[in-house]
DNA sequence: AATGAATGAGAGTTCATTCAT
DNA sequence: AATGAATGAACTCTCATTCAT
């Protein structure tokens, strides 16, 4: 029994470590760095011992979206302490392009890269993109409900919010807009305050 | 004199020609089959000539890239008959989604792939997305005043609107909203509506 | 006692298994697809545990070859019950063409791939090949002491009778006569009916 | 002209070094030691410097072959001299046995291995192939013309006579008769002539 | 001005085999 | 008896880039 459980807890370390060891490496140097034999050198293993835990490259890459999308998540969620839907809606646009900002290489992995991925990964991927939007959608009903929103189409609502956050997300992130690092804060709030006092009632 | 002219003409024509055939290889085969190697053989040199007229690759991504921005702001320009500043802006709007679902290898070009921007610091270069993004914040000033906006920085419409469409646009061709193809002026339509709905006087 | 018996037989069915394994994977797959994994994989055992059983590789292979030779010796058996030795290797000829033909695989691993026989002197196993060769050469006594061929040495007539049909047999296999499918028992009568014609008295 | 010259020999003489090294290394250690790394080291070039030579491995190998039929139709060529056409197949089929047996590697390339090639190089290789035996059948309409034959069809005729040549030849390459080298020449010898009793008149 | 020739560096992947447990 | 874990050594092939000519 004991046995049995230390070999299955060795066999997720070293899952875990492999993809630490992938997470770094793109972090550090791009998604064109994150080779087989670089996250095989970092863990000093063979590349071949890689292939004892995951089939190929593309299983790894892919858990490496499943984590930054986790992470994403567990974010949003803290959100939901907040009572009055209206203020929640806000801090959860305020924490994700934050999050953003701060994870920019997640948010590439998330939303904007293209990584040659297989069906399957690819398929689950955006299964995890649409929870999220279902989330946000679910939120401008309880705002709708409330009616506190000038928009009464929740699906209308959530798509604005989405496009409004991830586009100056993505805008700061790939540098288009370029602004010096300490000002980010207050031009996020400028944005979303801007954008609420025209969304809300 | 005749001769430094024509010398030079050839000089710019065969620029031209190595980065009219890096733009057909970009969008028949997307960027990683963009190789010098392809290149040259498309336009029937040997790849070492391609390096007596630039430096490297990165000088020429960076040129698809500049190419990409002006046939964009050709098509802004095309919006300058229209006297309205607010309609201006709103066709304006419309343009610039259309066109980038249109055209999305060329919009991932301008503001999602990873362009080598040291470059334009080492060649001086002029970013035209900064004359592109100018061009804007001018329209907004005409709109404001004509007070024609509930916002009144220029800068933070400016902002507030690209957001908007950058964001619905990359969100589009990123296909993380997923509809069917026909049903995209629908959506373009109705999302650009409600933004000037909000934010029109 | 009755352990040791039963060890013993363990073992064999072990080595059995896995040579049947190996087997399945040469006819389905080739003899490239034939890799100690996979073989390990079909008879859900690890790769390890064939070691236990053979020394290396080769081993399997050259098992694999008495496999064949076992297999084509017991069809020329069949040929026993016919009483006149002259129509025994006749049908004997016809039967190892056509057997073959119909087990190119199996012919390809008795005569044409390269078998690892250095195992055969390391394990002093006992060459079925030349088994089968001596008893051609039995036949052709016969038919010599039956005043039936022109050929008065056994030895050098079933050289000679060895040739002619492995040649045809390998020709077609390989398909270096390449004829319609349909052809082939034709063919292989011509060649026979020429064969016996010429060397018969 | 004289510099063209020089580099079409330049050229040609690269990939002769480079398929004289692939046939040496062939030789030495047969076609799973084959590959281009080890070809590359040989010739002292690196591995990319092939490819500017050849396509891919594929033509090498392919032109192995080429090379291996060359040679062996080169020496069936020498016979030619010989006025009598039955003398003319007799000194053939010998040949044909010492060259095979002198140059197994060769002779496995030819008609023996099975290796990895595209179709183009297939079709070519079945070419030379049929050439040849369309060589060997004119030999047999001579012969017949001649009235030297108990077999009347030039067809069969070759068909019989190379499955008893092939069959010999690769029954020795392949080590299924087994008989001391310097005993293979009175061995051809015997069945050659065994063979031409039977079958001339 | 143009290029033929060359390469170092590197990619993902597979295999037979070993050995401590 | 069985194996999980590991690996060294390969493999073919591609790319941006350099440099003598």
Known sequence: MGIAE??????LSMRQAVLDAAMELYHEKGI???????VAERIEFS???IY???K???EIVFHLYSMAFAKFYQKQLEVNSIADPLERLRQGCRDYIEWGVQNPKLYD??????VP????????????GKTSFAELQNLMVECIAADKLKIKDPELAAIMCWNMIHGITSLLIKKRIVIPHEAVPQMTNAVLDTFFVLVAK
Do not use: G, H, S
Not at 6 to 11: A, C, G, L, Q, S
Not at 32 to 38: F, I, Q
Not at 117 to 128: F, G, P, R
């Open 56 to 58: 190929d490259k593309d």
């Open 117 to 128: 991925m297989n069906v399957i990964a690819e398929e689950n991927c955006q299964d995890i």
């Open 47 to 49: 590349p071949a011992t």
């Open 52 to 54: 004892l835990y995951f």
């Open 109 to 114: 992995l998330m939303f904007i890269l293209e």
């Open 6 to 11: 230390r070999k299955e807890r060795d066999k």
């Open 32 to 38: 064109e760095a994150l080779t087989l034999r670089a």
